[in-house]
């Protein structure tokens, strides 16, 4: 485990006060919130209190009226739409959220997951000539698109329109569509760039509905469709891992609270076999217990299954394919482990030559999941990693994932190195790729290149951002509820990190977990004592004991057991104290 650098974050009194009057909240949710940057009062409380209201009229965007155009036309004449999205949770969401619209308005619409293995990232032009032989005349993307030239310029040929919305950044060129909507086309003045796939969709949905009321205000029965939806845009966002902020806030937020009152049988299936009943459906819920079993299906080459599940009005069928997801779940995490170990072998040996980047190639790795080996040599090693897997009949042509450290962009890397690469896509922390077996090697040492020059040696080292000291003894309910008050908590609104100077260790800690990889132990500090849960920490357990004095950095949260309560700690990082 690396050891991270603590960044203690120190706003000023004159903020702190500034958001205490505004917002009632205490001294200490008044301090986490100023570490925001959040300045102007009206954002202010309009974080602490969103509002459906404020969310960004869908009008905003560019393009958006030409795209309306083509799809009044498309419903006037009875054309059958194809709803096609990514493979990932936010794709998935977003075009099951559009499938779903349409079917509600009467539309002739067909709904499209490329499959991840056979057909890869994006539009492809196996899917275009299929969709438009089964009679589709417009086809419309959710979370991607916005680089595929060639696959739109086909499309165009057969007599297939295409809109495109996507949130990723554009290329050089666009592609030559009937309409691009995407808050990060240059010159587009849409007022929030973070917005996620799954988001746009949505805003695409609600842009229809006005126009099918004429803008005028939006029928009843228009509204509950699009509040329901936030359902989908909820678990796209979270998934997807864009800032909680702005409008996002807002979307996941209200989607969390009324997720469990969706009317879409293939979320409450979803629910029902991956959440107790009596669980809140927080950020954490959706992300480590939701959001796996939704990418197992697209990752092991299923999407036709989480297709079904989201646009089925069968209650028991709804049930069949959620359980059958689970099994998909199991499977998956049996191929990871299987795959880790290889990977984590070949990564001992290639950063004793590389010290920047780490570029690990294998066959028949399944191309499913080097996105998550990608982040666990990325946790171990804190490099920008990156995966390539030979799979399949024809191993001349590998697909690649990467994952990436704060302050390295992934689109510039591949940028950077794009003579080696057939294709490539993505975000600053997660991209795809594809690439020819003999470049790998020139990749590699494209990658490391690139790695030197913007790498210095504080950058390789992770920072652990606190945002406040505090004493064990301020720990309580009443706190718990005002922190609450700053949730959902997710990127750009991580949970608050708390730190503790100079406690002591109480007894012996216990190594726990399956694995035996998890410590438990107990720490006090004048007379309060306090329970530690730390989760992959077993190995730093020698480092633990040799200390007399440790600082401690953690997340508190509310543990139940025996019908008692307590404010517990959920360990990030210690070090001895100085």
Known sequence: MIQKSWRIKNPTKQKI?????VTNLSLISSTLLSNLNINETNEIKSFVKPDLDTIHSPMLFKNMDKALQRIEQALNNQEKICCYGDYDVDGITGSSLLYNFFDFIGGNARHYIPDRIKEGYGLNKFAIEKVYNEGCKLLITADCGIRSIEEVDFAKSIGLDIIITDHHEQGELLPNACAIINPKLHECNYPFKGISGSGVALKLAW???????KHLKIKQAFSDFLIDSLSFAT????ADMVPLLDENRVIVKFGLESIRQSSNVGIQALLEVSVDNDTPITTETVAFQIAPRINAAGRLGRSDLISELFT????QKALELARELNELNIS??????EYSKEAFLQAEEIVKKYSHTIVLDGDDWHSGIIGIIASRILDKYYRPTFI????GEDKTIGKGSARSIEGYSLPSALEFAKDH???FGGHDMAAGFVIKRDRVQAFRDAIETDGKSKLNKELLVPILRVDIEIDLDSLNMDLLEDIDRLAPFGCANPNPMFATKNVNVIGSPRVIGKKKTHLKFKIVKNGTVCNVIAFNFAERLNELLSYQMI????????????GRKSVDLRLKDFREAK
């Open 235 to 238: 678990l796209g966002t979270i």
């Open 332 to 337: 998956r995490r049996e191929i990871e482990l």
């Open 312 to 315: 089925t009005k069968s209650r």
């Open 17 to 21: 006060d500034q958001i205490k009057s």
């Open 207 to 213: 842009a229809i509905a006005e126009g099918l009321n």
């Open 421 to 423: 690469l057939v294709q």
């Open 551 to 562: 600082d401690v950095a953690f997340v508190p949260y509310l543990e139940k057991w025996n």
């Open 388 to 391: 390539i897997s030979h799979h």
